[in-house]
């Protein structure tokens, strides 16, 4: 006895190999509400899941809005003896960019921002966690930008003399669960990356400002006890030369006379009196330069102070911007007591507060976002998409289905010899 949803098999329709298109189509005919039911299901699981599942995607564009890390104006002469300023390039090389992005997409660092910003009961920080513990989804929040691209130096053939292709912002995009969270997230991770390669940068600068530090004033000690090792040296010939011409007083009034030096080609001959004024104006020259070293050493104490005071400053906390803004109360504890009336200390104090002033300037007002972060009105993806490929699969699946049902019954009716 047939099923009616089987295929009609007769013997004169199977001769030969041939396959009639009633015999496709019967059996689909006859489950078409089956078909319909699968269908449907199929389209109403893709929207309910997309409801529940769709993200909405924001995007920001984060500008780098000078030489970073922070580098002063590089000043040249020409040949004229013309003083140039030339600025330093916009943005972040390569190499640095490189060295603050391995710094800034794993979860160990964006665990220390969150837990040093107090945002652990922010909306979607769980989510972001989530896709920093996986660097390779990381990566895909960011994207940097250039100055121009490859096909634009492919346009341009030569690139422009004046102009770096320097990494200058990063594209920031982040699919969140609502368009404010999206919005939200975006915006933190603009403020957590300068804030890591703030971070990365003081790491760096302080620790190999505190060695040079060190290392300088060991070199200015040397220089110092070299000076006065030569002062001394000019002193007593000083005093030689006095007795000289106090038993000699004709020999000031000689214009030649003393030999000084002499070689295998020739011979000089000064003068005592010469020779009395070279060696005054040689222990000038040697007092002024242990001056000046010891001047120098005294500004290195302080910077060495002043960066053993940011260090302390850096071991009680990982944000970047806490250390930038925090190293003004770190210089005025630095120089409280001392005179600053003494060009010494007011020289270096004075340059310390330029510094910090264009670091903040730089660090935490020129890099900030131009672009977005935007607030999404659509969800990804695009429920017409969504409703066109749930349509194909859910008939796809059904007919398969209706397929193998019938043909599994066909089989099992041979097998018991009903066929």
């Known amino acids: 006895m047939q099923n009616k949803d089987n295929y009609n098999i007769q013997n004169n329709g199977t001769t030969g190999g041939n396959i009639s298109l009633v015999e496709v189509f019967n059996p689909l005919w006859h489950s078409r509400w089956m078909i319909l039911f699968v269908t449907l299901s199929v389209i109403a699981s893709s929207l309910a899941g997309w409801l529940y599942f769709a993200k909405y995607t924001s ?139 703030i971070y990365r940068i003081y790491a760096d600068e302080l620790q190999f400002k505190r060695g040079e530090m060190i290392t300088k004033i060991t070199k200015l000690e040397n220089i110092i006890i070299s000076k006065q090792e030569m002062l001394e040296k000019y002193r007593r010939k000083g005093a030689d030369l006095k007795q000289i011409v106090s038993r000699y007083p004709e020999s ?42 010891k001047r120098e050493k005294r500004q290195i104490a302080l910077w060495l102070e002043y960066y053993d005071s940011a260090a302390a400053l850096m071991g009680g906390t990982k944000s970047g911007e806490t250390i930038l803004r925090g190293l003004e109360s770190v210089k005025e504890s630095v120089f409280k007591g001392k005179n600053l009336e003494d060009d010494v200390i007011k020289e270096v104090y004075n340059t310390i507060t330029v510094n910090n002033q264009v670091a903040i300037n730089l660090y935490l007002e020129k890099s900030r976002f131009i672009a977005g972060p935007t607030m999404p009105s659509k969800r990804s993806p695009a429920p017409q998409v969504l409703l066109s490929v749930s349509l194909i699969l859910g008939l796809f699946l059904s007919i398969l289905f209706v397929f193998a049902r019938n043909w599994w019954h066909h089989n099992m009716l041979k097998v018991t010899g009903e066929v």
């Open 252 to 293: 000031s009034r000689q214009t030649s006379g003393q030999v000084i030096s002499v070689t295998e080609e020739s011979s000089r001959y000064l003068s005592p009196i010469t020779l009395m004024v070279t060696t005054e104006v040689q222990t000038s020259e040697a007092n002024e330069a242990i001056h000046k070293a």
């Open 59 to 197: 995007e920001g564009f984060f500008q780098f809005g000078g030489p970073i890390p922070m580098q002063m104006e590089n000043i040249t002469e020409d040949k004229a003896g013309e003083v140039k300023k030339e600025p330093a390039s916009t943005g972040i090389s390569l190499s640095d960019f490189k060295r603050f992005e391995a710094s800034y997409l794993t979860s160990e660092r964006l665990a220390d921002f969150v837990r040093e910003k107090k945002l652990e009961s922010n909306e979607g920080i769980d989510d972001l966690s989530e896709i920093f513990e996986q660097s390779n989804k990381s990566i895909g929040l960011f994207a940097p930008v250039y100055p121009f691209t490859k096909m634009d130096a492919k346009e341009l053939m030569d690139q422009p003399k004046d102009i770096s292709n320097n990494i200058i912002a990063l594209r920031i995009n982040y699919k969140g669960r609502s368009p404010e969270q999206a919005q939200q997230i975006v915006g933190l991770l603009g403020r957590y990356v300068i804030d890591s390669i």
